[in-house]
């Protein structure tokens, strides 16, 4: 399970604006994700969350960077279930590539709640849904959060040693 070792992050988001991106594709798995992440930005203390669909996987990085100006962090959430030909490799290869260029570039964080599976039963194994192992969505919303908290601090801390 993946999910072994995952650490325990406990964040305070108040006061961030957060972007959701979620894939269309696998209704019921990307209502979980989506779930997952919503809980997980409300446990964080995030109150300004906005929530943007886009027809699938591969068009998260561009809405990702069209967004990553107006928000602290931004959730990316897809689903690609592995087929018989290598459309799953391109799409994967794709969206993961484009959205660590998003995030590195803009330096705004992207919580990477993409699946990559090799059938519906793992999606949905993932999903958060009622009797899934794991909540994806969530952990990739708390990850932006922890990752935007961090972020802001460094630059907080870097303002003060560059004033002292």
Request: a negative charge; hydrophobic letters at 45%.
């Amino acid at each position: 399970m993946s999910g072994a070792g995952s650490p325990d992050l406990r964040v305070d988001g108040k006061g961030l604006r957060v972007a959701v991106v979620a894939a269309s594709w696998h209704q019921t798995v990307m209502d979980g994700l989506v779930e997952g992440a919503r809980r997980a930005l409300t446990e964080s203390g995030v109150d300004s969350v906005e929530l943007v669909r886009v027809p699938g996987t591969f068009e998260l990085p561009v809405a990702c960077a069209r967004l990553a100006g107006s928000y602290d962090a931004l959730v990316a959430l897809g689903v690609v279930i592995r087929g018989g030909t290598p459309h799953f490799d391109y799409v994967c290869q794709a969206a993961t590539v484009g959205l660590t260029d998003v995030s590195v570039r803009t330096g705004v964080p992207v919580g990477f709640g993409v699946l990559t599976c090799d059938d519906d039963a793992q999606a949905l194994d993932r999903a958060g849904l009622p009797g899934s192992s794991e909540d994806k969505g969530h952990e990739a919303a708390t990850a932006a959060v922890a990752t935007a908290v961090t972020l802001r601090d460094l630059t907080g801390r870097d303002a003060a040693v560059v004033g002292a």
